[in-house]
């Protein structure tokens, strides 16, 4: 004998309508539905009385997100509801995720959903989740105009995590935090790097918006932002002087904009070549070294001559190489899944730990994009979306500093994940570290002689061999 379909009872209140029946009434009918359609109910999900009102309705619904990941987890194979409006959009969360829901299990359409009066056909869930996603497209037209609209008025701009400097509605400065801005903002126009400010705050334990520690994106980011200096920006372009307090001067502002763009890489007093004794020439298998040549174009090349081994016959630009190679590595440390490749390669193949920790990478990275669709589809709320995405994002951590632990080496745990970051410290933080990473991550690279006459630089003639 079959087992039988396991329940999920989901009941909510509804504002809106006059004479709705009541929680108890809801679930009552329900457990009785259950019986009539042999099913057992294994979880009764009660939305609790939404206090924001009219304004808020349908926006804030945490039992209903429980009940999505009981679904996709297998652990209910039906939803029982009081009427079908109860799972409506226009005051409830909707049945797009629903049905999302069902097939990412695996589940049949059919026999998915019951109300009071039994099963709802698949035709009719099919009807309300298109008519819910026109809904959904709708309102997200709606609040794409709102948004601009209040660019355009000087509105601040309130996301879901207070901006550094004032408190959430942008109506009062906070003292110390504005300081800190004026602080790095100041520090920075007489010369020093957002690295060392970066360095300093963590060190002396000034506290980020969200506790976390600071990072030179970050930084970065609050300092070339319009609304330190009361600018009100939208999609990147200033379109209105906001309607809060400033904490820097737009003059300040500007040249925080130049001192702060990417920098070319420009050849620093005392340069040396970071890839230096890290290559090897292609015809003979020397060293290619450094090579300042007239004109004061940097090189490296196989060089012969007195003390020097090599053939003279193969040599390469070196800032075009050095653009190439820091590219390279700031993409592959980026990548987490080459970064736990790294890692195993550091421990070595006794430790089969790690093949785990890398699954748990991918299917947190998995969670993560889930939990972003429900939050794009408005199924979810802000709130509850930041708190959860925070949980995954401390989970994803807590993994790769397992992974980081497991390396050996010390090199991965401190350079930081993105590539924007990576790219900052690369050239933050010099040649040493530089040197480092490269080796880390790179066996000898091999240079070619040069395929044709052309000037420019020919990725092609390198043979480059991570080590993981
Ligand atoms: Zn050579």
Redesign the pocket.
């Known amino acids: 004998m079959a087992a039988r379909r396991r329940a999920a009872l989901y009941a909510r209140q509804s504002i809106t309508r006059e004479g709705s029946a009541s929680l108890d009434v809801q679930i009552e009918a329900c457990r009785d539905a259950a019986k009539r359609l042999k099913v057992d109910v294994v979880v009764e999900l009660v939305e609790p009385p939404s206090t924001s009102g009219y304004r808020n309705r349908g926006r804030s619904r945490p039992k209903f997100g429980e009940l999505l990941e009981l679904i996709r987890a297998g652990e209910v194979d039906c939803v029982l509801a009081y009427k079908t409006d109860r799972l409506s959009r226009g005051g409830g969360p909707g049945w797009a995720p629903l049905v999302d829901a069902f097939e990412a299990a695996g589940r049949d359409p059919d026999k998915a959903v019951a109300t009071t009066d039994g099963w709802v056909s698949e035709f009719e869930i099919g009807i309300r989740s298109a008519m819910d996603r026109e809904e959904s497209k709708k309102t997200s037209d709606r609040m794409l105009a709102v948004r601009a609209r209040e660019a355009r008025e000087g509105k601040p701009r309130i996301a879901g995590r207070r901006a550094y400097g004032w408190n959430y509605e942008m109506t009062e400065l906070i003292p110390e935090e504005a300081a800190r801005i004026l602080e790095a903002a100041e520090r920075v126009l007489t010369g020093e790097s957002v690295w060392s400010i970066c360095t300093d705050w963590n060190t002396q334990g000034v506290a980020t918006v969200t506790g976390r520690p600071w990072t030179v994106t970050t930084i970065m980011s609050i300092l070339t932002s319009g609304r330190i200096a009361g600018l009100r920006e939208h999609k990147g372009v200033v379109v209105a002087k906001g309607k809060w307090e400033p904490i820097i001067t737009e003059e300040q502002h500007q040249a925080l904009i130049v001192a702060l763009a990417p920098k070319r890489a420009k050849p620093r007093k005392g340069r040396t070549y970071p890839l230096t004794s890290l290559m090897r ?1 292609g ?4 060293r290619m070294r450094s090579l300042q040549r007239e004109g004061g174009r940097r090189t490296y090349a ?1 060089r012969k001559g007195p003390g020097l081994d ?5 040599s390469i630009r070196a800032p075009q190489l050095e653009e190439y190679v820091r590219d390279l590595i700031c993409g592959m440390l980026a990548d987490p899944v080459t970064r736990a490749a790294m890692a195993r390669l550091d421990k070595g193949d006794e430790d089969e730990g790690d093949g785990s920790l890398l699954e748990s990478l991918r299917e947190i990275d998995e969670r993560r994009q889930r939990l972003i669709d429900l939050y794009t589809d408005g199924d979810i709320d802000r709130a509850s979306f930041r708190t959860r995405k925070d949980r995954i994002d401390d989970e994803a951590r807590e993994v790769e500093a397992q992974i980081a632990s497991r390396t050996g080496t010390r090199v991965l745990a401190e350079v930081p994940g993105t590539y924007e970051e990576l790219v900052a410290a690369w050239e933050e933080r010099g040649i040493d570290f530089q040197r480092r990473l490269i080796e880390a991550l790179l066996h000898p690279i091999i240079v070619n002689p040069a395929r044709s006459r052309k000037r420019a630089f020919d990725p092609g003639r390198l043979e480059i061999v991570p080590k993981a």
């Not at 015809?283 to 020397?286: A, E, Q, R």
């Not at 090599?310 to 193969?314: D, E």
């Open positions: 020439c015809l003979c298998g020397g196989c090599g053939c003279g016959r193969v």
